[in-house]
């Protein structure tokens, strides 16, 4: 009978350090310097991409969070989408061996999946380890996954993140809590779900215009764009880009010619 791993005394003291920081985490700038700080003492990696169901859509909304140059937005498109991207593909996978956390590649002695894999090496994830999160009706409502991991994938990998990622899931759903709570504020206050600038933005991105040419355009830096495109895909509960202008042409914000 094989026994559960169990953390060396340096590891315990960063869990319970990691775990003590995550209460003291209600936005998302502070839940990237606490991935990057606490949790990447215990698991290091360059990406951590957040899935969970939030209700308003079907499947899972998807978040990033990134240190790499490496994996732009073109990249994370392709792993968020619904049909073909890491959701449905991390489900097959978990379903097939009866474990929630997933590693890619695989352990020498189990199988690939091979769209998994194709997934993760042509989208410059490198590598990921992955952990799914039920909920009270017995389905899936979250994963979360750690990319371009530098240590093993290993078993005490797989412990540690089954011991974080529950605390990790808390301090997320606080930072959604408190975004749809600013935002319905704001909402109330200026009657606009979006800003003037990001309305321009928006209508730019529907006429087929780059990050830079926007920059360009407005004559502001391509990160300044990033971050405002950033916030309207949260403000309009969207994933991508494109899935941001048809939810805006859905709301009345863009018009559909």
């Not at 009270?136 to 979250?142: D, I, L, S, V």
Request: glycine share 6%.
């Amino acid at each position: 009978m094989s026994h559960p791993p169990r953390l060396d005394d340096a590891d315990r003291t960063r869990y319970a350090d990691a775990v003590e920081a995550s209460f003291g985490v209600s936005s998302r700038h502070q839940f990237f310097v606490w991935s990057q700080s606490s949790v990447q003492a215990l698991i290091p990696h360059e990406i951590l991409i957040c899935g969970i169901e939030d209700g308003s859509r079907q499947g899972m909304a998807m978040h990033r969070f990134s240190a790499s140059r490496y994996f732009r937005q073109e990249h994370f498109d392709i792993v968020a989408d619904p049909l073909t991207g890491l959701m449905p593909r991390l489900l097959a996978v978990v379903e097939g061996h009866r474990s929630s956390v997933v590693f890619c590649p695989f352990e020498s002695n189990r199988p690939a999946d091979e769209e998994l894999l194709a997934l993760v090496t042509d989208n410059e994830l490198k590598n990921l380890a992955a952990q799914l999160v039920m909920g009270t009706r017995g389905k899936f409502e979250a994963f979360y996954v750690f990319s371009r991991l530098s240590g093993e994938l290993d078993v005490r990998l797989g412990y540690v993140i089954e011991l974080l990622v529950p605390h990790l899931h808390n301090a997320f759903l606080r930072v959604l809590a408190t975004e749809r709570e600013a935002a319905g504020t704001n909402t109330q206050r200026s009657g606009r779900l979006v800003t003037p600038r990001q309305e321009e933005i928006l209508n730019l991105i529907k006429c087929g215009k780059t990050n830079s040419e926007i920059a360009e355009m407005l004559s502001c830096s391509p990160w300044t764009i990033k971050n405002h495109i950033q916030a309207i895909l949260r403000k309009l509960d969207s994933n991508t880009r494109t899935h941001a202008i048809a939810r805006a042409m859905s709301l009345g914000i863009l018009s559909p010619d």
